[in-house]
């Protein structure tokens, strides 16, 4: 019965190691999981910070050409109304000279 006893000991003493392996595949895999997930979290993040960044220099750029240009557009609108009073101003003269002159 010794031998019996110990074949018996043996079979469940090898199905409690291979509950244990099992029970440490399992933790691994859930340690693994968490530890993937904290990792794209931390990738999401930053990616999200990043992208916040980009989004402010983007709209600091837009701003200043925005102001650059409307700066530009009112000194072509001066321009114009400059040579437009210039042109008038020409029309004026040579109607009244022709006015004149008749």
Known sequence: M????????AENDAKNLINEAKDDQKTIIE???KHAEEKANAILANAREES?????????????????????????????KEGSQKEVLKLVDFVVKKVTSV
Do not use: D, F, G, W
């Not at 010794?2 to 000991?9: A, D, K």
């Not at 980009?54 to 000194?75: D, G, P, R, W, Y």
């Open 2 to 9: 010794s031998v019996l006893n110990r074949v018996i000991q």
């Open 31 to 33: 340690t693994s999981k």
């Open 52 to 80: 916040l960044k980009i989004q402010k220099e983007s709209q600091k750029k837009v701003e200043k050409l925005t102001k650059e240009h409307s700066l530009e557009l009112a000194k072509l609108e001066n321009q114009v």
